[in-house]
């Protein structure tokens, strides 16, 4: 009798049921409401140092354990190539110059604590909607977009008055300046130049006087005063910020308050850690964002003892192997806590690795695999190309791999739909909701041209033509390499974004990156029968992108971006700053 019910109604059954199938994947998200996610950014690390992306002598099994238990984006792409900017736009799903938060200069990053610039009190970022929503937030780690705006305890740039309910890490961002072992990295040519300018003064000043004394010159004793005084004060006007780097800006504070001053490296990897677990511990019975913001990979490498000499890629890849062994620790307490099915995890990089870093023989910077150039060129993808994986036990298809443009802007619509709330409908937002490519719901990237900055200089346009499935891309300038053919600009330790350190190219260069990805063939009328079309569209893509854009105040401007004795962040009586609050804290053997 069952199957004859079932077969008399199989022809109403059948489609219904099919139906439903088809339909349960993009209902799904809708049984959870609310997620966890716990947002994980690596600080230069490249495309080329992880090994689901193609490295086989650095060990990353549980970053690439989330790339086969979720999704791996291989045109996942950076707003710009170094760090304050990128993560202002990771934050606010904008382009950095939509904030002020790129740079009109050769400062093109927060240089001080004690700087005025920093991402502006009216950016809404992702983590602001999300405590609006209830959200529990946290950001553990790295911050680098500003501290202060008038007096040294307004906070008007600090992680709390962005959103986040926790904060505890670097309000500035790790350097070899804080490594007393280490070379100092922070502004050295700028350094050798007053140190230089110093020593000439000084030494003017001195054979002035041995001058007076042996009656060689004749100068006046109140001259002479004027001079030693003048290079005094010179000597003293860089020194009190150059000299004490390690005071200034390497810090760690919990929430208002500094924790340690100068920070105490030896334990930083393992404080990180311990903070990141005890936030998903404590907020397990509610929805909460954890953005855990690494020190690694950025010079001066911290690596914890056990560590050393692991990997075949020396300093900088046992740092890798380290930060990796960090993710696995986080996806064990999401484990413990019985968090997994509900937890989005996302891994990424700010931007490419830094291949002009280097300390004689040894490379202290990243690989970005097949791809041209790196950190701070804004239009070579080697810059810009990231790691991007997404893991959502459940929701996303495991083992997925996607080859559409997709930007570090993406995560700010994609966080703020699933957790019920609303992009801003009063500015711009650059970036797409992800997660119907990420399901399988959409076959395209919701974007059909990138912009790719150096600055505020406008680098290269990335056109990707969905109905061909071509990704095109036309630089209009490019770094100029130093020694020429060196692939990076090593004389100079960082490349430039205009002037004399860039070539302007008119016809633009133009690759096809899905061709080419290595973008060393660049195209021409003559050889490819589509360039003039190429590049009237992207032509006109940029005169429409320059009509959205609007002044702003600069907050890498000079005026910004130096050191104000005022604006100090300090745990004692300025000049006086030096604490450890730290120091008796028995850390747990994690």
């Known amino acids: 009798m069952i199957w004859q019910l079932t077969s008399h109604w199989s022809p109403l059954v059948t489609p219904l049921i099919f139906g439903l199938l088809l339909q349960a994947p993009f209902t799904q998200p809708s049984t959870i409401a609310q997620p966890n996610f716990v947002l994980l950014l690596a600080d230069d ?19 690439d354990g989330l790339a086969k238990e979720g999704v791996k984006l291989t045109q996942h792409i950076a707003a710009a190539p170094l760090c304050t900017p990128s993560r202002a736009a990771f934050l606010t799903g904008r382009y950095p110059l939509r904030s002020g938060m790129d740079a ?11 700087g005025s610039g920093g991402l502006p009190p009216n950016e809404t970022t992702f983590a602001k909607i999300l405590q609006h929503q209830g959200y529990s937030t946290g950001l553990i780690g790295k911050w680098h977009q500003g501290v202060n705006c008038e007096s040294r305890n307004d906070h008007c740039h600090h992680p709390l008055k962005h959103g986040f309910d926790y904060f505890y890490g670097m309000p500035f961002t790790l350097i070899s300046d804080c490594q007393p072992t280490e070379t100092p990295e922070m502004d050295r040519g700028f350094r050798r130049k007053l140190w230089l300018s110093t020593q000439m003064i000084g030494l003017i000043t001195l054979t002035a006087v041995l001058g007076r004394l042996t009656g060689l010159i004749s100068v006046h004793w109140r001259t002479l005063t004027c001079l030693a005084g003048f290079s005094l004060l010179f000597f003293i006007s860089w020194f009190s910020s150059y000299g004490f780097v390690r005071y200034w800006n390497c810090i760690m504070m919990r929430n208002h308050g500094i924790t340690e001053q100068p920070m105490v490296t030896d334990r930083t990897t393992s404080l990180i850690l311990r903070e990141s677990i005890s936030f998903i511990e404590r907020n397990k019975h509610k929805p909460f964002l954890l953005f855990l913001s690494f020190l690694h990979s950025h010079t001066p490498l911290l690596t914890t003892e056990k560590f050393l000499g692991r990997s075949r890629h020396g300093l900088y890849g046992d740092n890798v192997e380290e930060m990796d062994w ?53 239009g070579w993808e080697g810059g810009i ?9 459940g929701v996303l298809p495991a083992g997925t791999v996607i080859d559409e443009p997709t930007s570090l802007m993406d995560i700010y619509p994609t966080v703020v739909h699933l957790a019920g709330g609303e992009v801003p409908q009063d500015r711009v937002v650059d970036g797409r909701d992800l997660l119907p490519l990420l399901r399988g719901a959409a076959a395209h990237s919701e974007h059909e041209f990138l912009f790719h900055y150096c600055g505020v200089h406008l680098h290269a346009v990335r056109w990707h033509q969905k109905d061909t499935g071509a990704v095109w891309k036309a630089h209009y300038m ?40 290595s973008e060393a063939k660049p195209l021409s009328a003559d050889t490819e029968p589509l360039f003039d079309t190429v590049i009237r569209k992207i032509g006109r893509a940029v005169e429409e992108h320059r009509r959205t854009l609007t002044p702003v105040p600069q907050q890498l401007s000079v005026s910004n971006v130096v050191w104000k004795p005022w604006l100090q962040p300090c745990c004692g009586t300025f000049p006086f700053c030096w604490c450890d609050k730290e120091g008796d804290n028995k850390l747990a053997d994690l």
């Open 104 to 114: 009109i200069n050769d400062y093109r990053v927060i240089f001080w604590n004690a």
């Open 326 to 378: 960090m993710v696995g620790q986080v996806l064990d307490a999401i484990d413990k806590e019985g968090l997994r099915e509900n937890t989005l995890v996302y891994f990424a990089s700010d931007h490419g690795g830094w291949l002009e870093r280097q300390e004689g023989e040894r490379q202290l910077g990243g690989w970005n695999g097949i791809y041209k150039g790196g950190k701070a060129m804004g």
């Open 45 to 63: 690390l490249g495309i080329g140092d992880v090994g689901c992306y193609g490295n086989d002598t650095i060990r990353t099994p549980n970053i």
């Open 385 to 393: 190309r990231v790691p991007g994986i997404f893991r959502w036990p």
């Open 478 to 517: 490019t770094p100029i390499f130093s020694p020429p053919g060196a692939g990076a600009c090593y004389d100079r330790g960082v490349c430039q974004c205009f002037g004399e350190g860039v070539a302007l190219h008119e016809p633009p260069l133009l690759f096809e990156l899905s061709q080419d990805p």
